[in-house]
């Protein structure tokens, strides 16, 4: 893709910008901005999207527009009793701020976004799954689905680079401890054999009594269950080394048993991880 054409998404994302940073989802030749459709993921996707652009191409517009959505974000999420599990600003974040003091006028302080977005980590470490069931231990929602613990483990990835290592020790201790966690449930959800090998399937196992959706799709493999799965990985495996907490290949026993035995074969309520197959639509 063309530099002029990477600038042209960019003039498209800040029109989709309204004043005070908020960016609108859906935009139509005939029915414009209409339609109240409200994404959880697509600001923080722009955010990062123009702070990208800014690195290649460095016009004080699409720093301004990043600083300015990442700005309402915060501000917008402020105060609510459970902040929401969004990775995007979190993996935004590192890159965003290293060019904060380019700014002629920042929105707002850099430690405000750095308060929201260790609250925000701080949340999702208060969702990942403990021991009463030991298959999803590591696992951020209840039902053992792959997708919402690997972008979780994208979100902390950044949010343990965005710290550094003189802050909050105990903090980045916490949050290598769920990484590798998470990342332990990722590899039992990953097929090890058959023509779909590599893959990560939607869910761990089926749920006895969920209903045929859910159960019905547990083993469909999808490029982005595959491609967020992927980058969990690849940010922990670029970890540092050394303290706090453990270090990259220390993954728990649940991990080291997958890699060393194999396909786990039948796991509870599900059938063994091989040859899945399975829709296109849903995480």
Known sequence: MSAEELRALGRFLVFMQTEPGRFRAKYGEQEKFSGDFESLYYPGQAVLALTMLHEIDPDPAWLAAAAKGAAYLVRARAGQRRLPSD???????????????????????????????????????????????????????????????????????????????????????????????????????????????????????????????????????????VQHALSALLGYAQLPQGSPGARPGDLPPAGRATAERGALGPLPGGPPRTDPSGSATGR
Not at 121 to 130: F, K
Request: charged fraction near 20%.
């Open 87 to 225: 990775h995007w600003p979190m993996i935004a974040a590192p890159r965003l701020l290293a060019s904060w003091d380019k700014l002629a006028a920042p929105p707002v302080a850099q430690s405000e976004i750095r308060a929201h977005l260790i609250a925000v980590g701080r949340t999702m470490l208060m969702e990942q799954r403990q021991a009463a069931q030991p298959e999803l231990r590591g696992s951020f929602v209840p039902d053992g689905r792959s997708t919402p613990t690997a972008t979780r483990v994208e979100g902390l990835v950044a949010l343990f680079d965005l710290l550094g290592r003189g802050e909050d020790v105990s903090l980045r201790a916490a949050l290598r401890q769920a990484i590798t966690e998470a990342v332990a449930f990722l590899l039992r959800c990953q097929v090890l054999e058959g023509p779909h090998q590599g893959g990560f399937v939607r869910a761990l196992r089926k749920i006895p009594g969920a209903g045929g959706g859910f159960n019905r799709r547990q083993a469909e493999i999808r490029i982005d269950y």
